[in-house]
Each structure stands twice: as C-alpha cells, then as structure tokens.
C-alpha cells in the first residue's frame, strides 16, 4: 500500500532560470582550443550548385576546417522518415539561405570574415514559393492520403443544406528563448560526445552517427535542458549536432555551434502553413451530415515529419464535432523554402481551425448562435449509438468517464459557460455593439471546444525507459528518456518517484538526459513525456520500494500480513513500528540487495493501419473550451482581447501549478500564431521576418489582466500515472476562441447578416486582415 500525496511543488530549475544559475548547452565549460561553427549561406531559393570555392576561406586567420558535402564519411542526410534532406548540397540549392558550407574557427569574427570569402557558382533556377505554385507544377511529396467514412458525397447530397468554403493558416516560428545549440568532442578512444538541445537525443545519437559512418554506439548525446523547444528541436537540432561532431571528428578539436537568432530562423523549419478547402451538408437544425474536405500543406523543400503532421490534421478535422461520413484528401507540397517540421499540436492546430471555420459558418448560415450548433454536434460519449465514434474508427466512450456521468466535454462546456458567465456577457456585447452602430468599434464573444488525441500517430514511439539508482545515504537519481525544455518534467518525474518511494523530493535527483543512460527512447513530443517517462519511473521505483520493504519485515521482525506504507522519508508498518528511508537502504546494502532499477513501459491498446488510416491511434483524449471577449477598432483592424476564461482537463494533475503554466503558455502561443505571427517570404524566396523586430510574439501587452484558468475537478483518467493526463499541446487550440470571437466582431460591422456569411478572415489575422475583412465585408 502506498501513501501519495496532491501537493504541488516548485519548478525543480525555478531558482536557477530566474538566477541565471540554470546551465545550457552553449553555456559549458569549453575546454582551451575549442571551435566555433558559421555558415556560408545561399542566396538563390533554387539553383544548381556548379562549384564552391573555398580555397580562399581555409587559410584565413583562426580557420581548423572548411565543411563541404565532400567532407562527409557517411550518409549526407539528416532525414528522419525516408532520408531526403542532405545535410551540405552537393549540386542543388532548395531554398533561400541554406547553408551550402560551414566555418570551423577559433573565434566567431575569424569564423564569419571566412564565410565572406567563400565563393560559389550557381544557377538560379525557377522557385516554386507556395502551396498555389506546387499546385500548378504538380509539386508534391509523397502520396496523396485518404481518409474515408461512409459516403460523404451521398449524405451531402441529401442533406437540407450545403455550404462550401477555404481556410488557409500561415507558418509560425517556434522562436524558442535558446536558439539551436550543440557542443562535441571526440575522446582518446574514438567516441563521439554530444551536448545538444535536441527534443529527441536518441533520434539525434542516430543521425550523427549516420553522418559520420559510426555505429549507434560510439556516439554519445546529452541533453542538459532546452531554453524552449515546442517541436523545433524534434528534427531540427539533429544537423547541427552532426555538424559540429563532423566538425570534431575533422579537426581533432571539441566544436560548439549556437545559431545567432537571424540564422536559427534562416535555416530551420516552421509549422506547417495550409490550405483547406471544405464542401459541409447540414440539417436546418445545424447537425452535420457529411464533410468533403481537401487539406493542403506547405511541407517545404524535404519531407521531415509532415506525412504524420498531415495525418494528424486529417483525424482532427473532427473536433469535438460527430461526422457521420467524412471525405478527406492530404496532400504535401514541395515548395523551396525550409522544410516545415514538428510544432506544439503536430497538424492539430490546422484541423481544429478547419472544424471551427466550417461550424461558425453553419451557425452564420442559419443565423443561430453559434455555442447551439456547436454542443448540438457534439461526440456523444456513453450512448448506445455510433455518434461516439471517430471518422478514423475509434470510439470516445472507452476514453471518457464512466457510462452513466455526463461526458468531459459537456462537463467542461457547462462549467465555463458559468464560469465565464457566458449568457450575460452576450447579451453585453449585443448591447455594446447596438450602442455603438454608427462608432467604430464592436465586440465579438465566442466559445470554443477542443478534442485532442494523445499519443504519439506511430504506435512504436508510445514507449519509455527509466533508470532509477538508489546511493546507501538515502539519496536517489533518475534517468528517464524525456528532455526537460522548461515544461517541468523533471519536475513531474521526481514527483513521481517521490510518490512511489515515500520520500521527499529534495533527496531525488533528475539527472540529464542521455543516451549513455536510456537507449532507444522516443521523443519529447506529443504531449507524451510525463504520461510515457511517468509511468516509466513509476516502474523502476516500484521493485525498489518493494525490496527495501521486504528487508524492512526483517529489521522490524514482521510477518507477511503486516502491511507497509513509504511515506515522510520512512517506512512504516500497520503495528505502528518504522524504520527510516536512509535506515532501510543501508540494511538493503548490507544485505546485498540491488539498489537500482529499470523501468520500461509501452503504451496498451494503440493501433493504426496505415493503408486505411483507421484504427484506435490515441490512448485517451484532453478535453477543454475557453470563452474569448475582443474589441476591434474597425478604422484600424486593431483588437484587444478583453477577457479570457477557460476550462481545462488535465485529470488528476501531478503538478497543478505547472499545468496551469503551460495551459497560458500555450494559449497565448495559440494567440500568436492565430493572430499576429506572420512569416513572411519575398518573392525571391528570402525570409523578411528573421527578427524581433519584423516577426511579432504576443507579449503581456496581449494577454487580459481577466484570465481566468480552471482545472476540470474530479477528473481522473484510468490507466494514466496517478490518473493525470497532457497538457502541453491541447492549450495551444483554445485560443481559436479569439480568433471566432474577432469573426463575430467583424460581422457586428457588417450592414446586414448576409454581408457576414462568406467573409474570409486570413490567418493570422492581423490588423491588416482584420481592416481587409471588414471592407470587403461591407463592401459584398
């Protein structure tokens, strides 16, 4: 029997991040003689690559190596799924500023002055730089994929109503406080050591070592902590940790490179933008019959990760919203910019704003409010009927409470209703907009669900591995496969052990991640660490517990009936006797009993058929809904966000206050890429937002001093560590609530309801999106 406790507890690196104490990668010691890493950047989109001439840059001042693709003992590709993204070009330039040679010097001046010398012919070839373009050159990656239930062209054709429509969403840059950072040496026996802030070291252990035609084994990769990540340093950071071990293995020398922020937006990924176009039948009642829809996404020059992140869009179109049948088309276009790559929601964000646009035109359409039609369509968990099953073949009931209670998302979609005094504030804002008729400012209210999957879209990634090692004063460290860039997972996982041994936190260590500790792990990713890596310490700690009690009854002289409880650093038994913790691991020493563990854990009841994209892809689903209130000045565009309310479900949280940190966080990252996160590329391909000063993040100037976030109470989830569930992605698509509330806004300007139906909103919906809405609105 054991004793666990709710209490939350501080951020275990909370004293160093705000000290400045907390160490990154880039902030290691060197060691005397260390190198420095630039790059040599392209200046077409699209060109072959006639020659480069570097004879110039290796002998100038400070300069160890010149790195080509000539310099490369393996595998020139970085590519995680099907190996189509070379690390240096050989003979073919694939988007504005890719990095067709890399310095190695002794200092960063020595090291750029080299760069400058460089020399390289090219010829500039056509660019193909959006999704309309790849179109009409039939440029795209891979197959097309389908997602097919029932006939959605025969429940569209029968159905009373039908309205089509497009969506498109631009990229965002994942403009993480740490910029793309890695540090490697080569030791006397020939083994590759890398420090890196990668989300992924084992992904990034296996393309380093592909690069330099090693064996997994003799490359070694850590990950202290990341300065933020939200997807970009999945894939991403995989090149430059190869590029500084190429660089090491060269040179004899230990190699750092962390990319100046110009060059860390240059040179990696974005979220993917999209381009989604829809065909809806519909009752007069608002309930859906049928979706056709075709989903576009910009993947960029490589393949990286966007099959999957196409994959997960298509299951998400769904929403919290019943499709009885479903047409769907993905399809991937190459285009010559950066390879887009993971971001926090993975192609969710994309499908959920798909869902939302179609609904809040039914409800325009009908002219009903909009919250009716959308609990109107909502999942249906817990009754006899098909209405709870997904257009991909799963059922929601198995995930959500108990037949018989109401489900999580009616739970949720009541509670912030009351919470948000929903009823009340509309009929504010109805007011405040009649009052305003011939001013310039209206106000939009709106309130929005978000379903999510959890779980990794390949079933083999749902898996992890700990290491737990007791030392005979008491004292415990735990190695798992997760990363820790800021969310609190360390924080989460030395929560656990803490519950499982009955100790304290203060005498648990998280130690780095690495490879060296737990092989094979999956990524940080997914909203997956504290559920997969939780349960994976949970299992290490678990035999040693039991252990330490087994020698406790011979201390303590008890027999086998006696039951034990660890809790307040000691182990007690049921007749009232204890022993201490500290006491108990050294009789467990004495006695000659192992005092470390591992632990694995595989994620049950997961499936996917890749041919027929259905199946059972998600272990459980988060719930949440936030109620959104904006001003909007129609002679500008610009908005404020006025009052945010939310609720949120996180089951039975292992840390309420982080939770709670990361459901703001990611709402107002949400905020950003909804609303002022513009990536913009010129029409020869070059990336004009490379800075704070021409990319725009939210700011506390966004964020309403109303924001009310609330946990959704008594909500458990089966079969999860200690009943929590994620929280790092879901957040990030409750602020589509801002963007249907700017839209109600807008349509308050319109002369009648028909001149609001159609009327497109971009994404992000800027003040000059907003302004363009608004008159071509008014306008129709």
Known sequence: ???????????????????????????????????????????????????IDISAAR?????????????????????????????????????????????AAETDAQAQFAASLVRAEMQPLPAILSIAAAQAANSFHGQTQKLVKGDA????????????????????????????????????????????????????????????????????????????????????????????????????RAVKVKLKREHDMKLTGKRHAFVMRYRIGFSQAGVIAGLQAELIADAGWSMDLSPPVLMRAMVHVDNAYYLPAVDLTGKLARTHKTSATAFRGFGGPQGLLLAE?????????????????????????????????????????????????????????????????????????????????????????????????ISFNKVQYNQAGALVLIYVDGSVQINHGGTEMG???????????????????????????????????????????ADLNGQAVKAACEPLR???????????????NTQLISSDDAIHASNGASLSFADAVLAAYSARLSLSATGFYATPGLSWNMQSNTGSPFYYFSYGAALSEVE????????????????????????????????????????????????????????RTFAPSTYKIPTICEIPAAFNTHLLESAAQPGTIFGSKAVGEPPLMLALSVRMALKDAISAFAPSPSNALGTALACPATPEAILRAITLQNTQ
């Open 1 to 51: 029997m054991q004793k666990t406790s709710a209490k939350p507890s501080a951020h275990e690196s909370a004293r160093g991040h705000v000290t400045g104490s907390a160490r990154y990668c880039n902030e290691l010691p060197a060691p005397a003689g260390t190198l420095v890493l630039y790059p040599v950047l392209s200046e077409h989109a699209h060109a072959e690559l006639l020659s």
């Open 59 to 103: 002998i100038a001042p400070g300069v160890h190596a010149v790195l080509t693709a000539a310099d490369i003992p393996g595998e020139n590709d970085t590519e995680p799924i099907v190996h189509d993204e070379v690390l240096l070009p050989v003979d073919r330039i694939s988007f504005h500023s890719q990095a067709i040679a890399w310095i």
């Open 153 to 252: 062209a025969a429940a569209i054709a029968l159905s009373e109503h039908i309205l089509e429509g497009e969506v498109s969403c631009g990229a965002q840059d994942h403009f993480y406080l740490e910029t793309q950072a890695s540090f490697a040496s080569v030791d006397g026996d020939g083994q590759v050591n890398v420090v890196c802030s990668t989300q992924h070291p084992s992904e990034t252990q296996h393309i380093v070592a592909r690069v330099l035609g090693l064996k997994y084994h003799q490359v070694s990769v850590t990950c202290l902590r990341m300065g933020g990540g939200f997807g970009g340093k999945e894939t991403q950071a995989n090149a430059f940790a190869a590029l500084a071990a190429l660089a090491a293995s060269k040179t004899g």
């Open 357 to 453: 646009e179609w609904v809040d035109r039914i409800a325009r359409f009908l002219n009903a409010p909009a919250a009716e039609i959308r609990e109107r369509n909502f999942y249906r968990a817990g009754v006899e009927s098909s209405a709870d099953v997904t257009h991909y073949g799963q059922s929601i009931t198995q995930t959500d409470l108990p037949p018989g209670e109401p489900s999580r998302m009616s739970r949720i979609w009541h509670s912030v209703q009351q919470r948000g005094d929903y009823a009340n504030r509309q009929f504010g804002v109805n007011q405040f907009n009649q009052a305003n008729d011939s001013g310039f400012k209206r106000r939009g209210l709106a309130l929005t669900p978000v379903k999510f999957g």
């Open 487 to 529: 969310q609190g997972l360390h924080t989460k996982m030395r929560t656990v052990a803490s519950r499982v041994l009955g100790i304290s936190e203060q005498l648990i260590r998280v130690m780095n991640t690495s490879t060296e500790k737990v092989p094979n792990t999956s990524a940080t990713a997914a909203s997956s660490g």
């Open 546 to 560: 039991d252990r330490l009690h087994e020698q406790v009854r011979v201390q303590l002289t008890l027999d086998q």
């Open 632 to 687: 909007v000045d129609g002679l500008t565009g610009e908005w404020k966000l006025l009052r945010v309310d939310i609720v949120h479900d996180v089951g039975d949280s292992l840390n309420a206050q982080i939770d709670r940190g990361q459901i703001d966080g990611a709402f107002a990252q949400g905020l950003g890429w909804l609303t002022m996160e513009e990536v913009v590329w010129d029409s020869a391909g070059k990336l």
